[in-house]
């Protein structure tokens, strides 16, 4: 999936990723891809993890994690760092979910019922990037639709997901619901078709 | 006014002050970029029934974890809970009150009231939880929400380097929320690793004007703790 | 007039100088005041002019003459400048005028029919400094008065002025109207009441 | 998405796709701190009916003055006209539209298009002609106007250094609109002193990141007019 997501990055662009499997997309870019990670933390060019014994604890990504910054990059505070993304200058937000709506909602910051864990950045990045793309497993780990008609999870932001990369399929979300734009190597559409909550198109 | 002479030289007498009932911003993500010495300073004072404005409030039993194991905070504005025990341990045994706000929306409310912006309308939470009760406007062929400016008592903020009037740089990602609770706070106290003479900050690379800041008292030991300690092994290491 | 503006200012203060007689005042400050000049085009620590031949272009004020910067100056972009003035982090302005209301309205932008010159950050100095203090002649050039009972000039902002120093006198704005503080040496009261346009209490 | 490749070696490749009735941005305070090849390369390109949103449009017959005297502008949004000569005729003659609007409102209109915020409440301009036809809202117990944000097809930008992303540094009071200008453009242009290698700026003082330019073009000699050349006499000399 990972690796898959790394395919939507275009050369230039400007990029955040969510916590979890989005972290693992860089590891997936060629060394001299041209690409710029923002971490809404204040950090734009954001490098790999340190070498063993590098760490800078001033030096961190969204998720608390130590990292690097690159020739280039640049630090700055969050009301900048925010506003970057809310003003659209963000090209691409590669973040998890646990729901998507067929018409392009997205839940990722909240069970019903669950702990409460909080919004951090993600309502900005889904509604700040000029594109979203949510790189997920297509069922949860009960086997329920992640892509459902319909969220019933709290959402973090209506109408915002562009694309849905999972271990099945790649789906574009279009005005008539969600459409099988790849299937996964040795899967087949019946399968998608059985595993997702909404109708195909 | 500010006062005329802003260092001071125990943290002690930097938040004499502070008192029952206070506002406080806390600059900071998670443990990064922490006051530590302003905050365990607070403990020791012994205040309580505060109002804790931070994106996080610690983790791992460190930082702001403290201000909730011992009591004293009795509501948190931030935007962000993840794995922090402390703080699911205050909420489930209904010490505290929180509220949560967008990460975004909440660092643009502080700006706005140290620029003296009354209020202002983002899309951010449209659609969601965070709209309910709130004031939806159409602009631009967009649905926005109108959100206030927050200010506060006191802003604890840590620096790198600080000069006498109170001109502040940071470390990489230690800013974050830290020069914007400064603007917004009716006092700023900075913790700083190293004071520096007037003159030694270029004007061009001030990342906080003095004139933000109120008192400024110089600490060089800091722990610095390290949330995820993430590296990649070195080759024949 | 500039000389008595200058015993306004208190030690570690921030003080923005209005275009004009304003900008005199630093003439009559102890070299080792303590006052941090600000000027809207975003410097903190304006200094004096520059020694002849060290004239920097990109170093100005407001005014756009040539200034210098003093040890613990900043720069910074003017929206954190006016953040700090509306924000209220300037503690003095020293502004001219060409009316003052007794209620404090003051008038300092435009005249009726004249031509238009613009409001510069005259609006957003006279709201949000936390003190504005006039610094005007008493009577314009034509000997009319500038101090009024109300405004009929375009206002700059609603009674913001909380004293006004002149040729003749010092006047506080009370609310009840202009309240002589101190008389110019060898100026009567009767003078002054005779050259203000609103009545003296 | 912004190009991969930012450096153009020409001022009129920089400018390719300026067009008749295109709203632009320029930074600089007065003759402080302007793009001043770029400005002319816009008179150079024979594009008309512009919207100039500048503080000042120039004075002297410099600068922005040029737009003015062969009348490429349409609308000019600014604070302050002054002694601008060119200004004034170009009003008088009905050949320009003219917007006043407080400083720190332009700018933080300005910012606000950058940051994506739609509107905003500032006390500046209650109860003066600024007030004319906005609504007025109490926050806090003052009165507030709502005023929008304001964004603009093109900025042209000066800057000291600038690096091939376009990460920039300005030099002093040169910086004043044009970091704010500079996120709220669909272009934005940047003419440096000099350019520098990716690196060559510490992340930690750079001024406007790159993100923000889109195209970026050295320019080594400036005239750098000075409007009010104030000096103190050395003694003895």
């Not at chain 1, 789906?171 to 019946?190: H, I, K, M, Q, W």
């Not at chain 2, 003479?197 to 008192?215: C, Q």
Request: charged content about 20%.
């Amino acid at each position: 999936m990972a690796a898959r997501a790394a395919l939507e990055i275009e050369p230039g662009s400007v990029v955040n990723l969510g916590i979890g499997l989005p972290t693992l997309v860089p590891d997936h870019l060629p060394s001299d891809a041209d690409v710029w990670f923002h971490s809404e933390n204040g950090l734009l060019g954001m490098g790999p993890f340190p070498w063993d014994g590098d760490e800078d604890p001033q030096l961190i990504n969204a998720g608390k994690q130590t990292v690097t910054v690159v020739p280039g990059g640049s630090t700055f505070d969050s009301a900048a760092s925010f506003g970057m993304i809310r003003g659209g200058h963000v090209d691409l937000a590669i973040l998890g979910a646990m729901q998507v709506g067929a018409n392009g909602d997205l839940a990722n910051w909240a069970i019903p019922g669950g702990r409460v864990m909080g919004i951090g950045g993600a309502m900005d990045l889904a509604n700040g990037a000029r594109r979203v793309v949510v790189v997920t497993r297509h069922v949860t780990k009960d086997g329920e639709p992640k892509l459902v008609a319909a969220c019933t999870y709290p959402l973090t932001a209506p109408r915002c997901v562009a694309r849905v990369i999972t271990d099945l399929a790649v789906l574009d979300v279009t005005s008539r619901g969600f459409a099988v734009a790849e299937l996964a190597p040795g899967v087949a559409l019946e399968e998608v078709r059985e595993q997702t909550g909404a109708t195909l198109v | 006014m500010k006062p005329r002479r802003k260092i001071v030289d125990t943290v002690d007498e930097a938040l004499a002050d502070l008192s029952d009932g206070a506002s406080v911003f806390v600059g900071g993500f998670g443990l990064c970029g922490n006051a530590e010495a302003l905050i365990d300073g607070v403990v020791r004072r012994g205040v309580r029934d505060l109002t804790l404005i931070s994106n996080n409030a610690g983790n791992l039993g460190k930082g702001l974890n403290r201000w909730l194991e011992v009591g004293i905070v009795r509501r948190f504005v931030g935007s962000y809970i993840g794995s922090n025990a402390a703080l699911h341990e205050a909420m489930a045994a209904g010490r505290l009150e929180v509220e949560i706000v967008p990460q975004g929306t909440l660092v643009e409310r502080i700006r706005a009231a140290g620029a003296g912006i009354g209020a202002f309308y983002t899309p951010t939470g449209v659609g969601t939880v965070v709209q309910e009760g709130k004031e939806v406007r159409e602009i631009a062929g967009r649905p926005h929400l109108l959100e206030h400016a927050l200010s506060a008592d006191f802003a604890l903020i840590r620096a790198r380097v600080a000069d006498p009037f109170g001109n502040v740089r940071f470390w990489r990602t230690a800013r974050n929320f830290s020069p914007a609770m400064a603007t917004a706070a009716t006092h700023t106290i900075v913790e700083c690793d190293s004071l520096v003479e007037l003159g030694a900050i270029d004007p061009d690379d001030v990342h906080l004007p003095g004139l933000f800041v109120d008192r400024i008292v110089e600490v060089r030991e800091h722990e610095d703790p390290i949330e995820h300690r993430t590296v990649r092994k070195r080759v024949g290491a």
